[in-house]
């Protein structure tokens, strides 16, 4: 009699569900900036704190479009699409040149600088100059229209050949940092709001946009290599928006 009792339960014993560990996954946070960690999958639910952008957690469970982690001692829930299963490099918070646009880029403007109408631009460098011109413009070709200077010092913008200046700014250029606006009028302290931000304009998306408030609320949007690609009023209208760019052939 016990030897069939123990057969019968060994023979259970296929028949039942087994007990295992939830499996867990290490991926990294890749959002555009930090993200918060809540009590429950819902965007209204409490917050119990912030995870640092591109850092590690452990995920212990996803489901629709949410996911439970834990970094630390603290459990919560986050953004399933906040995170990555690649280890994504930080993005440099501090910039120090390479504002301007690359040599022979053809930029159209709408508004333009001066002009609320369309305005298209040809790039051309000379050591730390850049200049602008419009071949439209009756001072084509014997002057550029608008001209960069850019050094390991500062970045000015402006109309070539005159004392107007959009922006004369001091580098290092650091995210959540001041630095010093110098005009032929006065010097001011510009906050460098961003400089990881992704914006979109009309010629399209841009990465790591440095983006410089003013004191009265006015903005400009810097991208590597293009140069202004926005800038805005102390209401937020849009002055002037890059509405396409490409290489000259």
Not at 59 to 64: D, E, T
């Amino acid at each position: 009699m016990g030897l069939a009792i123990m057969l019968l339960v060994l023979g259970l014993s296929f028949f039942l569900p087994t007990q295992t560990a939830a499996a867990t996954t290490e991926m990294y946070v890749y959002a555009k900036n930090d993200i918060f960690l809540r009590t429950k999958p819902n965007q209204h639910a409490d917050k119990l704190g912030t995870i640092k952008n591109h850092s590690k957690v452990t995920v212990l469970s996803s489901s629709n479009g949410w996911s439970l982690v834990q970094t630390g001692k603290n459990k919560g829930y986050v953004y399933t699409s906040a995170l990555s299963k690649k280890e994504q490099k930080a993005v440099p918070t501090t910039v120090t040149g390479n504002l301007t646009p690359a040599d022979g880029l053809i930029l159209t403007y709408a508004p333009s600088f001066l002009d609320d109408q369309k305005e298209t631009f040809f790039a051309k460098k000379e050591e730390e100059y850049t200049y602008l011109y419009n071949k439209n413009s009756s001072v084509y070709p014997y002057l550029s229209n608008l001209t960069y200077i850019e050094d390991n010092e500062r970045l000015l913008m402006g109309v070539s050949s005159s004392d107007f200046i959009f922006l004369n700014v001091s580098y290092p250029l650091k995210q959540g940092a001041y630095t010093k606006n110098q005009s032929f009028m006065a010097e001011e302290k510009v906050l460098v709001e961003s400089t990881t931000k992704t914006i979109t304009v009309k010629a399209g998306s841009f990465r790591n946009v440095v983006i410089l408030r003013f004191p009265d609320g006015s903005r400009v949007y810097l991208a590597k290599g293009n140069g202004v690609i926005k800038s805005t009023d102390g209401n937020g209208k849009i002055t002037i928006e890059l509405a396409s760019v490409k290489q000259e052939k």
